[in-house]
Antibody, heavy 119, light 113 residues
């Protein structure tokens, strides 16, 4: 069955960096688009990034554009989110999600990784 | 950006009764290329990841109970849960995938009355 396991979350100071990873199994990773969605404490869901199945196109929400970098390693079945210049408002649970045949539909989700940005 | 607005923010329904959640988009999410509405519904329970329930506004994902149904077109959509079960307590989100950035509604918290 499809499994997505995030890692790399933690506590970081404002201005710092973290790298989240998402290990995928149970499906042909190279055939699917992948996404990151986050949920700040007490808030709703926010899509933040999307990478096309073969990595040729990457998109970001304005809130993270220029600070976050998404990459996809189809050989290692891994999705990585490099987060730089972190802000307090980036504190959230970060979910990786796999796509379906339809762009923008988040079919399967990982359990999430908690990122806390605080001094 | 397409703004998604759900109503109500919270809802309490008796077991076995019907729950209705509305979602309105700031512009049409109907794709003329395939005449399908680019809208999904997710269920999010505490401590769990969100779960895809419905896509194309009304297509239930395999394995989702048939008491969940989606309807609507253009800018106005509805998620209906007939005969509410205790395990349906969750926050429900609509989301448009018509255009980037993909956007969610603010969520509707469903509780048992």
């Amino acid at each position: 069955q499809v499994q997505l396991v995030e890692s790399g979350g933690g506590l970081v100071k404002p201005g710092g960096s973290l790298r989240l990873s998402c290990a995928a199994s149970g499906f042909t990773f190279s055939d699917y688009d992948m996404y990151w969605i986050r949920q700040a404490p007490g808030k709703g869901l926010e899509w933040i990034s999307y990478i096309y199945r073969i990595g040729t196109a990457i998109y970001y929400a304005d809130s993270v554009e220029g600070r976050f970098t998404l990459s996809k390693d189809n050989d290692k079945k891994s999705l990585n989110l490099q987060m730089d210049s972190l802000r307090v408002e980036d504190s959230a649970v970060y979910f990786c999600a796999s796509g379906s045949e339809v762009r923008g539909v988040f079919e399967y989700w990982g359990q999430g990784a908690l990122v806390t940005v605080s001094s | 950006d397409i703004v998604m607005t759900q109503s109500p923010d919270s809802l309490a329904v008796s077991l076995g009764e019907r729950a209705t959640i509305n979602c309105k988009s700031s512009q049409s999410v109907l794709a003329t290329s395939n005449n399908k509405n680019n809208l999904t519904w997710y269920q999010h329970k505490p401590g769990q990841p969100p779960k895809l329930l419905i896509y194309w506004a009304s297509t239930r994902k395999s394995g989702v109970p048939d008491r969940f149904s989606g309807s609507g077109s253009g800018t106005d959509f509805t998620l209906t849960i007939t005969s509410l079960q205790a395990e349906d307590v969750a926050v429900y989100y609509c989301q448009q995938f018509y255009a980037l950035p993909f956007t969610f509604g603010q969520g509707t918290k469903l509780e048992i009355k």
